[in-house]
């Protein structure tokens, strides 16, 4: 079949509009309608090149559909069936997977970063040439298929641009703030960045019951957004963001700080803005050959905790329905992400206002 995607050429390309074909699934495939696709700084990170992978890509990760045919063998899901797409799916039965750890599992790692379905071929193409599938998903076309372990079935009355979110920035940052650390009622937390991860670290140490929240970004349009979303302050990034930082608390530093965005000197920084004893926890995405200076005598004599958090250390199977159901409790304000809706035609204008800081999450909906 036929479908309309945002491809991606090179490095340093605007996303191309085109008609691509898409074969039909094979054994343990789903083919998707998709419904509503989220604008992810994940997914920029191929246009940098910052993230290396097989080009031509269709990106999109993180997304959420309706299933519209299945493979031979699925029987998770069935056509009708409204699904959150899943980019780290599980086979619960390696390593990880019986450490409780699925969002770790190693089982689909290799085909899923060479953008090529489980079986190790893509199921996109352009002229007989293969187009490479970001994280088993690209979602960032009107029909995807995708691995039938990457569909999590959800209501079919829960609104699908919700449930994109839910797909990425969502699980990444309640579940960092929630699974990772597991943040402590009336605790000290310091978010650097309020994109969409950001702000749903913001809302899932809201949850989780601490005290004092403090969003640092350097957009003053993320003010008013940072505070809906929980922020009890809000605090323009710059030289003295630290200083205030343990103004706000006591003059100690947070006991958790969070860093949103994937950049080793604004990591570097979240080390000073922790108190002695406090965590730092690294959730935004650097680039892939970069690296981060912490120094460890600091680190030894105030015994701090610098730990990773990758996709909100979640099982999705149990989560994914777990922040739907929070959502409807009105305990997760889910619908404070979504600054602005795109067409697909606007995807490059969508990723210009991502970059200005102007919105939380841009979502392209089909």
């Not at 069935?78 to 797409?85: E, I, M, N, Q, S």
């Not at 599980?90 to 450490?99: D, K, S």
């Not at 994937?262 to 002695?276: F, K, M, T, Y």
């Not at 650097?286 to 912490?294: E, K, R, V």
Request: with cysteine.
């Amino acid at each position: 079949m036929k479908t309309r995607a945002a491809v991606l050429h090179q490095v340093n390309s605007p996303f191309r509009i085109e008609t691509v074909d898409l074969e039909a699934p094979r054994p343990g495939e789903v083919l998707v309608r998709v419904a509503a696709a989220g604008i992810c700084h994940s997914d920029w990170h191929l246009v940098t090149g910052d993230t290396k992978h097989p080009l031509p890509v269709v990106a999109g990760h993180e997304g959420a559909g309706i299933v519209e045919a299945v493979g031979p063998g699925v029987r998770r899901v069935k056509p009708g069936d409204h699904v959150v797409l899943n980019w780290a799916p599980n086979c619960g039965e390696c390593f990880y997977c019986l450490h409780d750890r699925p969002n770790l599992c190693e089982t689909y790692v290799g085909p899923l970063w060479d953008g090529v379905m489980l079986d190790g071929t893509p199921r996109l193409s352009l002229n007989g040439q293969p187009v490479y599938h970001f994280s088993g998903l690209a979602c960032f076309a009107e029909y995807t298929v995708v691995p039938e372990v990457s569909c999590i079935p959800i209501d079919r009355d829960f609104p699908l641009n919700i449930a994109a979110l839910i797909g990425c920035a969502v699980t990444t940052g309640v579940g960092a703030a929630v699974n990772t650390v597991r943040v402590r009622p009336g605790s000290s937390v310091a978010v650097f960045g309020a994109g969409g991860v950001g702000l749903s670290i913001i809302m899932g140490a809201h949850l989780a019951g601490a005290g004092r929240i403090i969003a640092v970004d350097r957009a003053e349009a993320k003010r008013q957004i940072a505070l809906d979303c929980g922020a009890t302050d809000f605090l323009l990034a710059g030289a003295d963001v630290n200083h205030e930082i343990r103004r706000l608390t006591a003059g100690r530093g947070a006991d958790y700080v969070f860093e949103a965005i994937g950049i080793p000197a604004v990591q570097e920084q979240c080390l000073d803005a922790a108190r002695p004893g406090g965590t730092i926890v690294l959730v935004g995405l650097s680039p892939m050959d970069s690296s981060t200076n912490l120094p460890g005598a600091i680190i030894t004599r105030q015994e701090k905790t610098v730990i990773g958090s990758y996709y909100g250390t979640s099982n999705t199977a149990r989560d994914f329905p777990l922040y739907a159901d929070l959502y409807r409790q009105g305990k997760l304000g889910l619908d404070r992400l979504v600054s602005t809706t795109y067409t697909l035609d606007q995807i490059n204008e969508a990723y210009a206002d991502m970059l200005s800081g102007r919105i939380a999450r841009g979502v392209i909906e089909f």
